[in-house]
């Protein structure tokens, strides 16, 4: 089946952008996973086709209008199977990848692009959007991040990347980062390449691969490392769908947002349950 993105935009230009090259470019071609791109102003009703207004209670800037935004929701939505509906938006969940892997494990997604200050909270709340943030930068409006997110979701994909990609050793595929990589020449500017890796044994190499990965995870990332050495016990983030707690490997510390509806009260921006035409 088809992987479906549907984003919804002010700039649909934008759209597949460099996610139509290299690797993510093919799989669009052989029909792996689709894109179709709504934008927003086509659903302005006004002659000036406006989009937004300034934001009440006054302040900087323009809010995106709820009617306007939920009319080309509405389309998205209509425009293919049930799917999680995101808005992108720096105030959002942080992704990784355990979201990317739940969100590839569905039929697509739908993505709502913010621009200005971003959208009326009312849509968000109606829609129940699960707000997502690709980190703590503030971007110029949410297509960017609707790119990131897509690209990480894509080469996932059953028939995207090649074999030598197969994506089972890289970086948070197991909550590590990557070990290093050599080639040729073995000596390089006086530099050699760790002798393990000209060794041949294959039992070495896996244990200076695995040495290495937990090293750099340590010395960089403290907070991966944390969660790592205590995944049994007390992993941080709730699960953001359904796949992902039906296939969560460990128990929740933080409630599931869309197996239990007291947990998704608790937390309504973040419930990302299916969006229904
Ligand atoms: N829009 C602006 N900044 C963003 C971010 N960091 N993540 C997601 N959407 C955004």
Partial sequence: MTWQASVVTLFPEMFPGPLGQSLAGKGLRKGRWAIDAFDIRGFATDRHRTVDDTPFGGGAGMVMRPDVVDAALAAAIAAGPERPALYLTPRGRVLDQAMVRDFVAGPGLILLCGRYEGVDQRVVEARGLLEVSIGDYVLSGGEPAALVLLDACVRLLPGVMGAA????????????????????????????????????????VAKWRRAEAERITRERRPDLWARHAGRDRAPSAPCVTENQCAGRDRAPSAPCVTANPQDAAAAPAMDGRPAAA
């Fill in 165 to 204: 990609e197969s994506g089972v050793e890289e970086s948070h595929a197991d909550g590590l980062l990557e070990y290093p990589h050599y080639t040729r020449p073995a000596d390089w500017q006086g530099r050699a390449v760790p002798p393990v890796l000209l060794s041949g044994h294959h039992a070495e």
